[in-house]
């Protein structure tokens, strides 16, 4: 289980980052969030592929969670791309329950949306 107990701390540095960065963006340290985010993506990352092995025998809600969250960190990092790609893995290869399907599918419509609005100079 060293495995996913070193998972679950990536994950909860990730989201501490996060945290942090939500509350540098709201006191205008605009460069400071953008560094807080990209630390907390790249923590992210490192415990969806860190709790690869584990997930193949334990994979729900676990895998589309944690691609949920780190698709919601890639979005805060402007990077779109990788965020659909983490979206796409947790649709296909995964089985969401509901509620994280629905909230899958909502961060796909954010992308598609921004993509819209930038191809109309809105963005």
């Given amino acids: 289980m060293r495995t996913k107990s070193l998972t679950v701390q990536f994950h909860n540095e990730s989201m501490d980052y996060a945290e942090s960065a939500m509350l540098a963006k709201m006191h205008g340290n605009i460069e400071e969030a953008e560094r807080l985010f990209r630390k907390a993506l790249h923590l ?17 809600p676990t895998y ?8 919601t960190l890639a979005l805060d990092c402007n990077q779109p791309e990788l965020a659909k790609g ?7 290869y995964g089985k969401p329950p509901t509620e994280i399907a629905q909230e899958l599918q909502d961060l796909l419509e954010q992308i598609n949306i921004k993509n819209r609005l930038s191809l109309h100079g809105y963005a």
Wanted: glycine share 0%.
């Fill in 44 to 60: 992210e990352l490192k415990a969806l592929y860190t709790f690869k092995e584990y997930l193949l025998e334990h994979k729900e």
């Fill in 86 to 92: 983490l979206i796409a893995e947790a649709l296909l």
């Fill in 64 to 71: 589309s969670v944690l691609r949920r969250s780190a698709a």
